[in-house]
């Protein structure tokens, strides 16, 4: 049985080893203990998880952005979206993602919008059975 439910101080130990798995490196346990405090408090940050047999398996973010364009409703962007390789295709993501989805519904967000890197194609093809659709735009980054 999976279970969807916002991430609590006591799970950063599991979720910085997820996040290792998804990006290669070490996460700073002390900083990112703080970040979480800063991210809670803000009420803008949504980080579940997905705990299957109690063990945290997968894990996202979405943060709720105000916009000044138009009717000004806010809008949602997901990021750190990750299902252990141990886990896979089980429907862990959709979970995740559908709960992510009905949050943003609940704060009146207008969209949902994130990128995924481009050697990702099986991500790719899991979004756009959810309803995402690749829209052609160019991501640009600058590391500081």
Same mark, same amino acid.
């Given at each position: $049985?999976? !279970?969807?439910?916002?991430?609590? =101080?006591? *799970?950063? #130990?599991?979720?910085?080893?997820?996040? !290792?798995?998804? $990006?290669? @490196? #070490?996460?700073?346990?002390? /900083?990112?203990?703080?970040?979480? /405090?800063?991210? !809670?408090?803000?009420?803008? +940050?949504?980080?579940?998880?997905?705990?299957?047999?109690?063990?945290?398996?997968?894990?996202?973010?979405?943060?709720?952005?105000? *916009?000044?364009?138009?009717?000004?409703? #806010?809008? $949602?962007? @997901?990021?750190?979206?990750?299902?252990?390789?141990?886990?896979?295709?089980?429907?862990?993501?959709?979970?995740?993602?559908?709960?992510?989805?009905?949050?943003? /519904? *609940?704060?009146?967000?207008? +969209?949902?919008? &994130?990128?995924?890197? !481009?050697?990702?194609? =099986?991500?790719?093809?899991? +979004?756009?059975?959810?309803? +995402?659709? *690749? =829209?052609?735009?160019?991501? &640009?980054?600058?590391?500081?």
């Amino acid at each position: $049985m999976t !279970e969807i439910k916002h991430i609590a =101080e006591s *799970d950063l #130990p599991a979720l910085a080893r997820l996040y !290792e798995e998804l $990006m290669g @490196i #070490p996460t700073n346990g002390d /900083r990112m203990l703080q970040v979480f /405090r800063s991210a !809670e408090s803000s009420g803008n +940050y949504h980080i579940l998880g997905a705990f299957h047999e109690g063990e945290l398996a997968g894990s996202l973010m979405g943060i709720i952005c105000l *916009d000044f364009v138009g009717s000004c409703k #806010p809008f $949602m962007v @997901i990021e750190n979206v990750i299902v252990s390789s141990r886990i896979r295709r089980q429907g862990i993501g959709k979970k995740l993602m559908e709960a992510i989805e009905q949050i943003a /519904r *609940d704060h009146n967000c207008g +969209y949902i919008i &994130f990128v995924s890197g !481009e050697q990702r194609k =099986e991500a790719h093809q899991f +979004y756009e059975k959810l309803g +995402y659709r *690749d =829209e052609q735009v160019e991501g &640009f980054r600058k590391l500081l």
